[in-house]
């Protein structure tokens, strides 16, 4: 029977953990809460510059450009749970799967800027979204991070970094799938929050849709900095506090540092 080092397991599960909260922070505040939503404002220009570079390093093969996440989610926001909804949950055995598919679809349509996305096959007309300004839009940028031999590079790179660690700490090869959840960092916390946190939890307030706040131990296991309080963030989008006050949310913690250290302002709406 083979000794498994369990100073490498260490390591894998140091990575996984550091991996996991780096990739939510930038997913969350500056995709979700800045890009679409502007709850703050940098203080300097280059600080924008440098939240794109972190993108890009932290989420790697799953690098999300900000204006067609901010269209797409802005979408989701004024259409939620219609069929005009790019993250419509769908339900049934692989009900996950299929969003995240169909999702993936239509944030490749906007990413392409076509006229038109299509839902559950039907064609929905979204040109005019492209006209409206956006605090982040680094085309040239996103070209380059968003092309597919960049992202197969990434993958590459994660691959034989992770097989690396297994042969030198003679772990065994069945946990090289493990790398499969950081080079799909980004999709699997966007179906944590737009799936199942439009399924499962309560909803203290009436909306028009089906948004609901994952109960607060289980927002402690994800680890997601607040973003399960989906129900108080589509009652209140532009607030930064996604507990408003009656938890704890990591990203506004995250939020309150950067605005002591003067990297951000927060915007009232």
Known sequence: METISWWGLLILAVLLFMHWHMSIIVHSLVLHRFATHEQFIFTKKIYIKIAYILLFLILGPS??????Y????TLHHRYADTHRD?????????????????TSRVYSDIYHQK?????????IGIGQEYFVPRVMDWPSFDAYAHHPITRIAWGVLYGV??????????LPLWLMPLVVVHILMSPIHGALVNYYAHLYGDQPHSMQN?????????QWILMLYGELNHNNHHRYPHSPDFSLGK????????LKVLRYLGIIQFVNK
């Open 86 to 102: 790019p993250h419509k949950p769908h339900k049934g055995f692989l009900g996950v799967i299929t969003t995240l598919y169909k």
């Open 63 to 68: 690098y999300l450009s900000a204006r067609a």
């Open 161 to 170: 970094g992770y097989y690396m660690i297994l042969v030198y700490f003679q």
């Open 247 to 254: 938890g704890v949310d990591g990203g506004f913690i995250v």
């Open 210 to 218: 089906t948004s609901r706040n994952i109960p607060q131990y289980m």
């Open 115 to 123: 006229p038109v996305m299509h839902i559950d096959g039907v064609a």
């Open 70 to 73: 901010a269209i797409m989610h």
